[in-house]
Structures are given as structure tokens and as C-alpha cells.
């Protein structure tokens, strides 16, 4: 919970920094938004269903439905544009149980979901934008990934010159970017070509996570419009994308990644504190809440167990520093200080270690 929750507070100052606007829509919706979307002719076998009142109603296995209802929650203009709204939806899919697969493909998730809508002139810059935002998030974590266009399935909606307009305003945005890519013939999504970002793990398996996909659909179906420049009402075009993909399957890839030797901002543990003896529970205590206070994420292990032991145990849970404590610590205010990859630093004030942590990353900072 505490990487999910570092991970969120990362997403949210990226968001923000990029102009989206955070919004939250139901988890339950009723058939009738989902016959609209088209969800219910083409997505079914993978939605959950319920009956409340005698209607039919889905689980939502995507947010797009409920960003188009915030999108028509007022009039909009050409001058609202980009309009970029970001949503961490709690979806659930249907899927076959024989497919799951630990943290990598689950039934529940939390989608990193944004939906822009623009108008055909920001098409280009808005693809662009969110590919530069995801390969910045993926070489932040020091992830190689390759990228992948899937064009019109089989069983899809709109029109011939729709979908070509889409998948050629996709390719443009790759070739623009220099970024290699593939065809993925007939695997896009329903309503809309897409490029996807497939992300290696630490064995060399690929996960499909980051996507950006181009959609003339959902806005039409949904009679979603604004006032242009000239006074007359236009239909918006609409990018669904995400970038971590899931935060389950990205934590999995995380995990797996590092080992569990995590950079000191995203460890849930940043610094265990290892009394000698009972003796000195006191000032680990207020040790402990030295740190807490400066914001660090710290445990004191008090167990009954020889100092070896409790080392030993510190390290093979990945944490990134142990503070000794004894006698001389005790009396000179100080630490005896270990670090997971170079072990023993030595003899150093409390101050001086908050110092040197505050160097290398309390909060979101760089990958070591």
C-alpha cells in the first residue's frame, strides 16, 4: 500500500505539472451508457453485470464512459482546449482464471485513465505530449520498453476514413518523435487505433502498460460538441491514454525490477533501527520519531535477538539503512550507520544522517 500510495503522489504532481485536471466517476453504470458506448456490444464477456431496480447495470471495466459524462456536464469552447482530465479509476474485468497472473493481470485494478479532447489542429502535439510524458516516467524507473501501433480490429465502429485518419495520426506522431515502433495488425481497440507501450521486466518478459489511443467514436456517440472559433459547433476529437497502465501490473514490473532493493523514496521501509539491548529501547524510540518527524519511513526492531540476526534480517528485507544503536551511541547522541549496498559507514550524528538522506531522496527523487 505504501508503494501504491508513492506511486499515486508521483502521478498526481506529474498530472498537475502537465495541466490535467483529477476527476472521480462512478464504478457502477447503467446499460444504457454502455449500449452508447458500445462497451455492451463489443466488451460484454468482459464485464461484470448486476441488476439494480430491474435495469441492468456494469462494473466499469474502463473510465471512458464517465469522462464523457463530465465532458457533457457543460458547454464547452475551442478555448477550453486541450482539455486534459485525468481519473484513477477502480476498474473491474472479467477475465478467465486460467489467464491471471499475480499482480501482473488481475480481475480488480486501478487505472491511471486520462482522456484529452482537442480539436484536429492539437491532435499531433497531444499524442506527442502524453508519449513524451510516458517515456519520461519509464526511464525515471529505468525501464526499457518497446512501442507497438495496433491498428482496426474486426469487430470495431466508424467509419473507413475515420480509422484511416487516426492510425495515419498516430504514425505521423511516432515518426515526428523518432521513436522505432511496430505494426500490431487488428489488435487497436474498438473505437480507435492505438500505440502501446510494452514495458521489460527483469527476465525479459514484455507488459503491455503505457497506452495512447486515437478515438473519433466516443464523442460522436455520445453527441459530445463545442463552440469553435467561427460560432458553430464542432465535434471534439478524444485520446484515451494511460501511462503506469495499472498500478497493480506496474508494482508487479516494479518489484520484480529491483528485487526489492528500491531507491531509498520508494522503499516502505527506508530505515530499521537496531537496538543492541533492551537497554537502549529509549533512545531508538526517540530516535524513531526524529526521523518520522523529518519524514522518513522507519521501523525500531525491538525483538529479544543478537544485533547479527537483526542485521541480517534488515537486509534480506531490502532495507536501505540500519541504525545500530548502543552504549556509545547513546551517549553521544549518534547512530552507528549500515547501508544495504556498501554496508558499515560508520559513527555519525543524528543530524548529519538526516543530512545525507535529504541529499539522496526522502521523497520522489532519482532512480540510483
Known sequence: MILKNLLVDYWRKIHAREGYVEISTPVILNRQLWETSGHWEHYKDKMFTTMIDGADYAIKPMSCPGGMLVYKMEPRSYRDFPMRVSELGLIHRNEKSGTLHGLMRVRCCTQDDAHIFMTQEQVQDEIKGVARLIDEVYTHFGFRYHVELSTRPEHSIGSDADWEMATDGLKSALEDLHLPYVVNEGDGAFYGPKIDFHLEDSIGRTWQCGTIQLDFQLPQRFGAEYTGEDGKKHRPIMIHRVVFG???????????????????????????????????????????????????????????????????????????????????????????????????????????????????????????
Open 246 to 368: 495499472s498500478l497493480e501490473r506496474f508494482l508487479g514490473i516494479l518489484i520484480e525490477h529491483f528485487a526489492g532493493k528500491f531507491p531509498l523514496w520508494l522503499s516502505p521501509v527506508q530505515v530499521k533501527i537496531l537496538p543492541i539491548s533492551d537497554k537502549y529501547m529509549g533512545y531508538a524510540k526517540e530516535t524513531e520519531r526524529i526521523l518520522q518527524k523529518a519524514g522518513l519511513r522507519c521501523e525500531v526492531d525491538g525483538r529479544a535477538e543478537k544485533i547479527g540476526y537483526k542485521i541480517r534480517s534488515a537486509r534480506l528485507e531490502r532495507v536501505p539503512y540500519m541504525l545500530v544503536i548502543g552504549q556509545k551511541e547513546m551517549e553521544t547522541g549518534s547512530v552507528s550507520v549500515r547501508r544495504r549496498q556498501e554496508g558499515d559507514l560508520g559513527n555519525m550524528p543524528v543530524g548529519d544522517l538526516l543530512e545525507m538522506l535529504r541529499k539522496e531522496g526522502i521523497q520522489e527523487g532519482k532512480i540510483a
